[in-house]
């Protein structure tokens, strides 16, 4: 049984996939004015400054943490650079209730939603404040109070459950939506496409938000998929669709405003495909220059999103150049100061080993838990982290 | 008290705990108007609507990652696979997901609520794909439970406590038993506990360990052995992780000796996990190795399936050499 009434033909007929083509919606041009016909979102001063500010804070965060990690403060990092305004555009137009299911590279998203600097350094340095306890790589972050999950290595499994989130949140009748952010080499698993069809289906309150940057690690977007992009696969499964260009803060958020009112109030899933690029690499383990020119990456450079907006924010006399000042130097030194806090804090305690596996620990575990103390006992100078919390027990 | 088979106990059971909690749902493929293609989920669709029971896309993987953002929300999501030979594409989301959501965020977030059920076992005529035991690959993941009931009282009673446990629970049903076995079952909600191996029958000999269809097998098996003096103790583990070594091995010390039977394959089959764990708690008391009797070492057949499947007779002998060791 089809679901759509077909027209007739009587001889083969193919029709071509190149034949769907979907538009970039811009607002911002890169020296700060709105593109003719275009009109900038309903944004007062409070939240276009909250959204600027953020993307400064992620890149000064990232260039920083990336300088650590070559330091050897850290042993990995990734970096949003490029793609704040995707990130923190898109996150900024949605409620702090509705839920983020991210992949690893929006932590500009959780910034908006208030992560302080301290909270980044403590999943980063994996301390005893770490909500994630130590058990996870750097970048991991989550949080229950922000409702940002998560994050979770494999790739593209949090959009299957993004709309098994929403599904949720649309039976208890609470208004709010469940945004899942993903890069478009994610969107070649068989979890994009489940998610995608059974949100459809389902009528689930869901955004799916495609960060396509250009490159999965090494493996550019043209050996990723032959389409026109992401976008056209909503197609096929009678999604909602839009383009946006993901440099482009204002649109972003426009665009995510207006996907999230399809959402929740008319029920209907949204796909966003987010032009952008990855302007670093694809984690502090990759090199790019071993796939590609910086004469590519400095095209891309000049479509900065964060000079993009400041632009537009200093026509509207919204910011200056002393403000931007003191935003870097503030910035600069928060981060280098909680750094060296987190970084001097004491890692979890060793019994978070055995905790969270299930609610209870079982016996098995509690015994090879007793075996594991009691062999630290023996070896306290092979375990310098673990000792004193060894000490206690039989 | 009901006289109902398997499946009645398992609809049952499912009946229950959407009446009592607007919370828990059902879904899977054909699990809706159809009933699922055993009738398990039967006219749960009609009593709690298209919302709480409904069909999924043909998609393993996008069912276990939907019921897992779901338990995340805060709902109890009772997933169905439909076999479970069909398993294996949600496999990421389970071993991944599932089991390591507590853990890799500190406890900000679990899947408790989630309980999955898949039909198992052979013995139905549908060869290699209708007829596998996967419990093996889920329990070297720790996260996870993994329960086999054995009869209509234990399906209603574990599955209550499966989909009330708050930790995600794989609920394997033995396909061969849905409507072969039946029993009276208590018309109110009961549970039964999960962790907790079951001594069925007492005895001096040896004991007899086994989960699922398999307990059918054992009890003709023992009967056989009793006939011949043989004093068996046995034991339905019901829960395969995180699984009861006490009840074991306070049998093993009193019998001295252990035959575990499965129907997976031998090589990395549960019962070794078993064996090694036993044997290091109870060498000093062991008076034979101990004996598994399981499937063989290849795909699950469809013709000769009596052949491959370890039956009443295999675990007789196996209970015979254990004893004349």
Known sequence: MTTTKSRVVYTPSFTDGAEFRIPTFKVLKQDGSLYKGAKAPALDKDKALRIYRTMVTTRILDERMLAAQRQGRLSFYMQCTGEEAAVIGSAAALDDADMIMAQYREQGALAYRGFTIDEFMNQLFGNELDYGKGRQMPVHYGSKKLNYMTISSPLATQIPQATGYAYGQKLAGDGHCTITYFGEGAASEGDFHAALNMAAVQRVPVIFLCRNNGYAISTPAAEQFAADGVAPRAYGYKMDVIRVDGNDVLAMYEATKAARSLAVEHNRPVLIEAMSYRLAAHSSSDDPSGYRSKDEEAVWREKDPILRMRLWLERKKWWSEDEEKQLQETMRREVLETMKRAQKRPPPPLETLVTDVYDEVPPALAEQYEKLKAHIRRYPDAYPKSAEHAKGGA | ?325
């Open chain 2, 1 to 325: 008290m009901t006289q109902m088979n398997m499946l009645q106990a398992i609809n049952n059971a499912l009946d229950t705990a959407m009446a009592a909690d607007e919370r828990v749902l059902c879904f899977g493929e054909d699990v809706g108007v159809f009933g699922g293609v055993f009738r398990a989920t039967s006219n749960l669709q009609q009593k709690y609507g298209k919302a709480r029971c409904f069909n999924t896309p043909l998609v393993e993987q996008g069912i276990i990652g939907f019921a897992n953002g779901l338990a995340a929300q805060g709902s109890v999501p009772v997933a169905e696979i439909q076999f479970a030979d069909y398993i294996f594409p949600a496999f990421d989301q389970i071993v991944n997901e599932s089991a390591k959501f507590r853990y890799r965020s500190g406890d900000l977030f679990n899947v408790g609520g989630l309980t999955i059920r898949a039909p198992y076992g052979g013995g139905i005529a549908g060869g290699l794909y209708h007829s596998q035991s996967p419990e093996a690959y889920f329990a070297h993941t720790p996260g996870l439970k993994i329960v086999v009931p054995r009869n209509p009282h234990q399906a209603k009673g574990l599955l209550l406590a499966a989909i009330h446990d708050l930790n995600p629970v794989l609920f394997f049903e033995p396909k061969r038993l849905y409507r072969a076995s039946v029993g009276e079952v208590p018309d109110e909600e009961y549970r039964l506990p999960l962790g907790e191996a079951e001594v069925l029958k007492e005895g001096t000999d040896v004991t007899v360990l086994g989960w699922g269809a398999q307990m059918e097998v054992i009890e003709q098996a023992v009967d056989m052995a009793e006939k011949d003096g043989i004093s068996c103790e046995v034991i339905d583990l019901r829960t395969i992780l995180p699984w009861d070594v006490e009840t074991v091995a306070n049998s093993v010390f009193k019998t001295g000796r252990l035959v575990v039977t499965h129907e997976a394959p031998l090589t990395g089959g549960f019962a070794g996990e078993i064996a090694a764990t036993i044997q290091e708690r109870c060498f000093l008391y062991l008076e034979s190795p101990i004996a598994r009797v399981t499937g063989m070492d290849t795909p699950f057949p469809l013709v000769l399936e009596k052949e491959h499947l370890p039956n009443h007779l295999k675990v007789f002998e196996a209970i015979r050499s254990s004893v004349d060791f």
